[in-house]
């Protein structure tokens, strides 16, 4: 399974960046996926899940502000992020799983990953 981040970049506070992560190497409909996140000198957060059915979950921090999504037919996992804040910034990274459960807090435990993208915001 390969995982290919893009569309992160510097944004001022209250912009918006939309994330993107071409998945190959499975059916993306079968699995499991997420993005999670590390800030400078932090651990790193689970974000957003969204299962094979479609079901999503997102960490409290971002919960009506950012929203996962997927389209199975491209392989390709989305992440479209509003209002956004410099408290979001960090490496934004793309994962997968076979098998859930598919939550914000797991996401950062699945074993497949990309390289992330960086999202910078600014005040």
């Known amino acids: 399974v390969q995982l290919v981040e893009s569309g992160g970049g510097s944004v001022q506070a209250g912009g918006s960046l939309r994330l993107s992560c071409a998945a190959s190497?499975?059916?993306?409909?079968?699995?499991?996926m997420g993005w999670f996140r590390q800030a400078p000198g932090k651990g790193r957060e689970g974000v957003a899940c969204?299962?094979?059915?479609?079901?999503?979950d997102y960490a409290d921090s971002v919960k009506g502000r950012f929203s996962i999504s997927k389209d199975n037919a491209k392989n390709t996992l989305y992440l479209q992020m509003n209002s956004l804040s410099p408290e979001d910034t960090g490496m934004y990274y793309c994962a997968a799983d076979r098998r859930g459960p598919c939550g914000s807090w797991t996401v950062v435990d699945f074993p497949y990953r990309g390289q992330g993208t960086h999202v910078t915001v600014s005040s």
């Open positions: 190497g499975y059916t993306g409909s079968t699995y499991y």
């Open positions: 969204i299962d094979s059915d479609g079901s999503t």
